[in-house]
């Protein structure tokens, strides 16, 4: 794998970088559904380019990867060659079967696993540099090479994880966690080496993001199991899947809803035969718009808070010149105090507003982020429907034509029975990955639900106990300061 | 008025109330029937743009107290009538308690950029206290509280007068300070009134600065209280009638948060009302306080301007004319004299009261901040442990 050392993130139209990776790979490992992908190539390829422009906006329209990712059809994306590490057997294919096995096999193991992601060192100068963090994993399953592994990873990799899992486990219904969002302006920030607070607090709330992000992938029993991500927790040298650094968690996510905008715009309305689906779609539009409201009200809050921070020091600055003009030694020297203990609430101020954030904003935006995988795989399933559809159609189209064909001419009527063969075992095909991902989304909302509830459980103790140290910190301050105040005479 | 059950009554901002028992003045006995320190502002009460205040005295016989009702128009005319007072010798060197500016009752944005620190919390009462420590130092000032114009204030049944003050006639202060230039004259003869002037300048500044920036604190407070409101409001609408176990489990989470944001919008809102009603007042009283005792210097000053001018008239003034201005020069020493003894009792009282009022608005602060945290905390950490559960045995 070719490794550029003076990789950087992607912006538009500068592709060229960017290793030119030929075909996907279809030796003998051929993804069985992948094969229908090609057929129906032909069919979908101008809405292909529809769908594939935003996912891709971060990559020039120039490179390679378009095409990959065009030829491919809408969906899934294939991963490109880059993508199949080196050591994974050919075979180690991503059918639902498969993933049914996993799950069976169940490790007995508690999920006993814990990821810190820390230190980020900015490597490199100028706009050549990157934040590299260090992720350490801590864990008694057996699953891992060893209890304890730590390694060094900037956020590309994250994205190029996000990318093999999603493209991986996406199209069969699991809800894959959505990778941190990138941010150009962060970044460039940090480039050029401005090592303000803002730059800072972008830098520690990526890495936050990046720590809840494996967290929630690592919980996920069957996601644990992926080869990539242990190999990403696990292997010191990571190689570069380049091609897939151009897709950001958004990306995919966008992707695959505008196929499901592409299967609306045709008014295809799929006869739900199971209400469950629709009711628990439906209390997933209602929740994001909530969630998304409530985002927006706790921002206001943030805000607030850091302004009410900045004031205390101001005041906290008035205060202390008042102090040094004062005349009256007692009444003086309270002042300078009092300056001194707001100069403290002040940071306490400062602290609150980041448990306000990183506590409970990041809380709510992780879950509209994860609502929109919710949506996606919702999605993926009507267009599964929609593909047995269209296979039933097709199949009673040769069907009747063969009826006609009858008799006249023979090649002819056994090209059609060939014909009708295939399509049945296509039409089966679709039909059992259909009731196959309806039931994998059945289960991973149940898991979606309960995690929900842990997570949320565990954000309100923190939250409380931020709220708690506060007001101890306060009075600590405040009793401290008392004699101070009572000593004026 | 006073809503916290956790406190005693708190005492009103008064560098009377305060330094009661310390006064040093010989004073000749009262007109006031009033007893000083128990004079309140109970309510105010809106009608329209009339905004009428309650006060309460209690007589200095303690058969009773009075209650009269009066509009921010008869502390105009109190106010105007002790600037022209007669028969008060070195009248300019008094520092006159400051009346708290006009409130525009129906003009809420108005509201906060007259009255300032006044003007917050939503209620009339820092308005009040302020109003009523401004009445109980007139009444605990021995010289000004011997006017009967205060005792019409404070016990007539009949609001004093309504009508409109003649400014230009009544203010004597403003005469003397007629056709004298602002920064007119910066060299003192004395090295008190010297070091106090400098002095006086910088405080109105840094006291007016300090104030302005508590101010914008304690308006912060209130947006946070608001947000917090808003969030919690939002937040009930998350929670449905589930059916499934999963859903339930998830609006109670959500009604949790919201219960936790609604007490930081209470534990919030006493914050901003504990930092107006203790430091609040108190830096509000103080930067007013110091303006008032800068117009006196300046007053003074204007004295000693005319008292210079009158001795150089005099030396230079023809024969005929010296012994008239001889005269002016005398009556002009005399005044200067007076005003300056006057002024050097003013600026001692004010000193030893403005440290007895922040001395009072900083421990009262500090107290009532600890009081509310602890409450917090307590409550806070009853929600912890209950959401908490008893801790897994694994």
Known sequence: MAEQTDYREPEPGRGEEFSPEAEPINSNGQNSLLEEEEEEEEEEEEEGEDLFTEATEEVSLDSPERDVLLSDGPSPVTPPASLISPHLPHNHLYTHSSFDEMEEEDTPDLLDISILVSDPEKVGEGMNAYMAYKVTTQTSMSLFKSPQATVRRRFSDFLGLHGKLATRYLHVGYLVPPAPEKSIVGMTKVKVGKDDSSSNEFVEKRRAALERYLMRTAKHPVLLKDPDLLTFLECSELPRALSTQALSGAGILRMVTKAADAVNKMTIKMTESDTWFEEKQQKFENLDIQLRKLHCSLDSLVCHRKELSVNTGLFAKSAAMLGNSEDHTALSRALSQLAEVEEKVEQLHQDQAGADFYLLAELLADYIRLIGSVKGVFDQRVRLWQRLQDSLLLLQKKRDAEAKLHANKPEKLQQARDDIRELEGKVQQGERDFEQISKTIRKELFRFEKERVTDFKEVIIKYLESLVQTQQQLIKYWEAFLPEAKAIS | ?394
């Not at chain 2, 309510?43 to 005295?57: C, K, N, P, R, W």
């Not at chain 2, 009967?148 to 007539?156: A, P, Y």
């Not at chain 2, 005099?314 to 020069?329: G, N, Q, S």
């Not at chain 2, 009262?364 to 409550?379: D, F, H, K, P, Y």
């Open chain 2, 1 to 394: 008025m006073m809503e916290e059950e956790e406190a005693e009554e708190c005492p009103p901002l008064s560098p009377v109330s305060v330094v009661e028992g310390t006064e040093e003045e010989v004073t000749p006995p009262r007109a006031l029937s009033v007893s000083p320190g128990t004079v309140r502002v109970t309510e105010a009460a809106q009608d329209g743009e009339l905004l009428t205040f309650i006060i309460v005295s209690q007589k200095l016989s303690g058969t009773g107290e009075y209650h009269v009702d009066r509009t921010y128009e008869d502390f105009d005319w109190l106010q105007q009538h002790l600037f022209s007072l007669e028969d008060v010798p070195g009248i300019q060197g008094i520092i006159f308690p400051p009346l708290p500016a006009r409130a525009q009752p129906n003009a809420p944005g108005k509201l906060v950029r007259q009255l300032g620190l006044l003007a917050t919390g939503g209620t009339w009462t820092p308005y009040c206290r302020a109003l009523e420590a401004y009445l109980q130092q007139v009444a605990g000032h021995s010289l000004l509280s011997r006017t009967q114009h205060l005792e019409t204030f404070l016990t007539s049944p009949e609001p004093p007068g309504r009508q409109k003050v003649k400014r230009g006639l009544f203010n004597r202060l403003s005469q003397a300070v007629e056709g004298i230039r602002k920064d007119g004259h910066t060299e003192d003869v004395d090295d008190f009134f010297r070091t106090e002037r400098e002095h006086n300048l910088s405080l109105t500044g840094l006291s007016r600065a300090a104030a302005e920036r508590f101010l914008e604190v304690v308006q912060t407070e209130q947006k946070i209280a608001v947000a917090c409101g808003h969030f919690a409001a939002s937040l009930q609408l998350c929670v449905e009638a589930g059916d499934d176990p999963g859903q339930e489990t998830f609006s109670k989470m959500c009604v949790k948060i919201s219960e936790i944001m609604e007490s930081m919008k209470k534990n919030v809102q006493k914050v901003a009302e504990n930092d107006v009603t203790t430091l609040g007042l108190g830096l509000d009283l103080e930067c007013r306080y110091q303006e008032a005792e800068k117009e006196m210097l300046f007053r003074r000053t204007c004295k000693l301007v005319e008292l210079e001018t009158a001795s150089r008239n005099a030396e230079r003034a023809k024969p005929l004319k010296k012994a008239a201005m001889d005269e002016i020069k005398k009556a002009a020493e005399k005044d200067f004299d007076q005003v300056s003894v006057v002024a050097k009792q003013e600026v001692a009282r004010f000193q030893r009261a403005r440290v007895a009022v922040l001395r009072q608005a900083l421990v009262r602060w500090c107290e009532l901040q600890i009081l509310t945290a602890t409450g917090s905390a307590e409550q806070w950490n009853q929600q912890l442990l209950a959401f908490r559960g008893p801790e897994p045995s694994s």
